[in-house]
């Protein structure tokens, strides 16, 4: 019985973590190709967004 909380706790980490690993890499590719979204018109909206 416990061992299925912890099967479940350690699903649970895998899936979130996964799931930050691909915003992480989507977040990179984003600034490769879109620099302006980071450093042009955007960069008002990004710096707003980051402080919340």
Request: charged residues 5%; proline residues 0%; without cysteine.
């Given at each position: 019985m416990i061992?299925?909380?912890i099967l479940n706790r350690i699903g649970a980490v895998l899936t979130?973590?996964?799931a930050f690993v691909?915003?992480?890499l989507i977040f990179i590719y984003l600034q490769k190709e879109w620099p302006?979204?980071?450093?042009g018109e955007y960069r008002d909206w990004w710096l707003?967004?980051?402080?919340l």
């Open positions: 061992w299925n909380y979130y973590g996964a691909v915003v992480f302006e979204i980071y450093y707003f967004s980051s402080a």
